[in-house]
């Protein structure tokens, strides 16, 4: 890992080419965002039949939707078509998985007496309820309202356990395999996904989650924790 | 960093020489960057004072730049792999001089990044 790195003697100049690097990097991805939510928009209107038949989690709001979402959305993808079941069930995955991280975590910051530990489980609060923030952000512009709810059995599980017999759990359990699952799950979305922003959301997400299962096999390690 | 240094810096190539006192701690994941293949990029994992900030560099970054035959997955990661220093420490300079938001690396700014002209 790492070292801190400085700029200061050529910042002015780079910042010029940078600045211009970015705006120009903008444009492109909107205007890619545009034709892509074009291209789905088209693909969408063929797979709404299936879509609303098997359709038992999304609130049927398309009008609301519409009046809701910024312009730049209304304006390139106007139909607003709901989620493929695929989608749903990632968005409920997705937020189960991390209000689980989250939960688990606050209780390890009272049921865990090790300090490293601790710091992990901050970590993991910081990002997770980030993650958890961009995901709604989408879920809700495709209609999807219900807030997500930790797993009770992961959670249940560890909540009669303090010191060591906690972090073992927690480290096996969430830290390690929360992660695992993550994995695949944010992965298959953003290679799989129908909806363009719930893919880019999960491609954004999985470096994240990718660097929290390493975190997480190297507290494994340092704990002597077997997953 | 002193003033005559970066006067120096500017009439003289400099190798790019990085690691030094930022007023922001910048780390890197060791973690595999994870692939794109409807923006055609690489995103992975920025620690600037412990946040997790996602980096992006473009496919076409890595194919001018450090040897990548395609936008491929199986091509990139590697060109990652042998650009990371690189890519790193440019990266780096970029979230320094944003003031640690997201970035994404385009080829541009490596072709800059190296030459530094006036």
């Given at each position: 890992m790492t070292k801190s790195i400085s700029a200061n003697n050529r910042q002015g100049l780079n910042a010029l080419h940078f600045g211009k690097a970015l705006r120009r990097s903008r444009r492109s991805v909107g205007v890619i965002a545009a034709l892509a939510a074009l291209t789905l928009s088209a693909s969408f209107a063929s797979m709404n039949a299936s879509a609303q038949n098997g359709n038992?989690?999304?609130?049927?709001r398309p009008g609301s939707d519409g009046a809701a979402t910024p312009a730049p959305l209304a304006a390139s993808a106007p139909s607003q078509a709901k989620l493929s079941p695929a989608d749903q069930q990632f968005v409920q995955d997705a937020g189960t998985a991390g209000a689980t991280e989250i939960a688990a975590s606050k209780l390890a910051l009272t049921n865990s007496s090790d300090a490293q530990v601790k710091s992990f489980a901050q970590r993991m609060i910081a990002d997770h309820s980030r993650l958890a923030r961009n995901l709604d952000i989408v879920a809700k512009r495709q209609g999807i309202t219900a807030a997500a709810s930790a797993d009770a059995s992961v959670t249940g599980s560890l909540e009669s356990l303090h010191g060591a017999d906690f972090d073992k759990a927690y480290i096996a359990q969430v830290a390690v395999e929360g992660h695992r699952k993550a994995i695949a799950l944010f992965s298959t979305e953003s290679k799989d996904g129908n909806n363009a922003q719930l893919k880019n959301v999960a491609a954004r997400a999985l470096p994240i989650i990718k660097h929290h299962y390493e975190m997480a096999q190297q507290l494994a390690k340092l704990k002597g924790v077997t997953s | 960093m002193t003033a005559a240094f970066a006067s120096l810096a500017s009439t003289v190539p400099q190798p790019r020489q990085a690691y030094e006192d930022s007023t922001m701690h910048i780390q890197f994941s060791d973690a595999v960057p994870t692939y794109d293949g409807d923006d055609f990029a690489l995103h992975f994992v920025a620690l600037i004072d412990g946040q997790t900030v996602v980096c992006s560099i473009s496919a076409e970054a890595l194919e001018d730049?450090?040897?990548?035959?395609?936008?491929r997955e199986d091509d990139l990661l590697p060109a990652f792999e042998r650009g990371r220093a690189r890519i790193r420490s440019v990266c780096a300079e970029a979230l320094d001089s944003n003031g640690g938001e997201s970035v994404v690396l385009r080829s541009g700014l490596f072709r800059v990044a190296g030459m530094e002209p006036e």
């Open positions: 038992a989690v999304a609130p049927a | 730049h450090f040897g990548a035959a395609s936008a």
